[in-house]
Structures are given as structure tokens and as C-alpha cells.
């Protein structure tokens, strides 16, 4: 059983960057595919980004150029690193892990996420 919490949330600037972390417990993250998700308000959950296992990494095209990920297994960390922030950024951002993938389908645990909001 892997239990996520993300931190890092909080106002952000247009422009401006914010990192978010992940934080795991009960299993190391080095063998799973680690994803985030966003939900702005009225809106269905996003797949923002994923780092797979062998630490490749994958971007939605909203947010590739703009938004990294990096893992730390020794401290079984991952972060977002949320750059050249957008008002269209704001929501509710989940980290996910699973072994199979990085689809939402094939995510099994998940944090219960942590809110950005991007406002001048």
C-alpha cells in the first residue's frame, strides 16, 4: 500500500512558478510510474504530466515547455516544478502511482491533492 501527499500548493503569480512535491509512504517510488492530475473547479480531472519508472518523462501539451517533473528516490519525493504560470492553471493538483503506467487508468493509489491557484 503507497499513501501520497502533495504539498507545495498555495497563490501563484501569472508568470511566475511554484513546485509541488510528492511525498510517498509504505513502498519505494523507484519502480512506479508516478503521474499528476489537475481539476479546476467545474471542470473534469486533467492528466497534467507523468515520470515513469525509468524516468522518462511525459507532458500534456497545455503545459509541456512550462512544467518539469524530478524524482527523488532516496527521499521518495517527486515534484512538480510548475513554470511561466497561467490564471488557466489554477486547480486541484494530485499526484498518482502505479506500476503498470502512467494512464489514469492504470493508477492505483492516489493523494488527495493540494490547491493552486495562479491570480494576480
Known amino acids: 500500500q503507497v499513501q501520497l501527499v502533495e504539498s507545495g500548493g498555495g497563490l501563484g503569480r501569472p508568470g511566475g512558478s511554484l513546485r509541488l512535491s510528492c511525498a510517498a509512504s509504505g513502498s519505494t517510488l523507484e519502480y512506479y510510474h508516478i503521474a499528476w492530475f489537475r481539476q479546476a473547479p467545474g471542470k473534469e480531472r486533467e492528466w497534467v504530466a507523468c515520470?515513469?519508472?525509468?524516468?522518462?518523462?511525459y507532458f500534456a501539451a497545455t503545459v509541456k515547455g512550462r512544467f518539469t517533473i524530478a524524482r527523488d528516490n532516496g527521499k521518495n519525493l517527486v515534484y512538480l516544478e510548475m513554470g511561466s504560470l497561467k490564471t488557466e492553471d489554477t486547480g486541484t493538483y494530485y499526484c498518482a502511482a502505479g506500476l503498470d503506467g502512467c494512464a489514469e487508468g492504470l493508477l492505483d493509489y492516489w493523494g488527495k491533492g493540494t490547491l493552486v491557484t495562479v491570480s494576480a
Open positions: 515520470s515513469s519508472s525509468d524516468d522518462t518523462t
